[in-house]
């Protein structure tokens, strides 16, 4: 897969669904319910982090009986991890950082990638792979708005995902911000609704910030 093949691939998920949840799970089965809560607030990609041991047994899961959306992993942080998502049927990755091993790894097993990353020096070791899209992490604790929008001259070619800190109060400032393609967050997730499988209030959480943002 071609540097360029993969930031269309990005681009065109991010296009389709400018907030990315990001999503923890403690039972693998909790991701059906989940998924087809967000899906029907009008979310149909899945961030699925490795921040629990159920993760890699939900991403099998939701590749397997889900329809209609696009099921990624998060927090992957090494080859090995990259492996057991890539092999649960993740059909993108996201880091939190990324060491250039980790983006040759990713690059040699043709992994739609979306690398971490919180400084200038970073950015480049991306660019240097091949990489030119990015998840920014953690936004609000690395700079912010002002951060990203000082990157617009000098890396006109790339665009971010920013993540960590955004929620109801900022993420529109943030979607308005020409080098900013989608953002990430766990507020269309809270973590008591998952835990008390209150969907409906995830739906609701959903529908409102999708209709918000079109609106």
Request: hydrophobic share 45%.
């Amino acid at each position: 897969m071609t540097s360029s093949s993969i930031s269309q691939k990005i681009d065109a998920l991010c296009a389709s669904n400018p907030i990315v949840p990001v999503i923890v799970v403690n039972k693998a089965e909790e991701i059906l319910p989940l998924a087809r809560a967000l899906k029907e607030g009008g979310i149909t990609v899945l961030e699925i982090t490795l921040r629990s041991d159920a993760a890699i047994e939900a991403i099998a899961l939701a590749r397997k009986e889900l329809e209609g959306v696009t099921v990624g992993a998060g927090t992957v942080i090494n080859a090995q991890q990259l492996d057991a998502v890539m092999e649960a049927g993740a059909e993108f990755v996201v880091t939190p950082g990324a060491s250039v091993k980790l983006l040759k790894d990713a690059k040699a097993r043709n992994t739609v990638l979306l690398p971490g990353i919180a400084s200038v020096s970073e950015i480049i070791n991306g660019l240097d792979e091949g990489y030119d899209r990015f998840k920014f992490f953690p936004a609000e604790a690395a700079g912010g708005l002002p951060f990203i929008k000082s990157l617009q001259g000098p890396f006109s070619q790339v665009r971010f995902c920013p993540t960590g800190g955004i929620g109801l109060k900022n993420y529109q400032e943030y979607l308005k911000q020409p080098n900013i393609m989608a953002v990430g967050g766990s507020w269309v997730v809270p973590t008591d609704a998952v835990e008390s499988g209150d969907w409906a209030r995830i739906t609701q959480i959903t529908r409102e910030t999708m209709q918000t943002l079109k609106g």
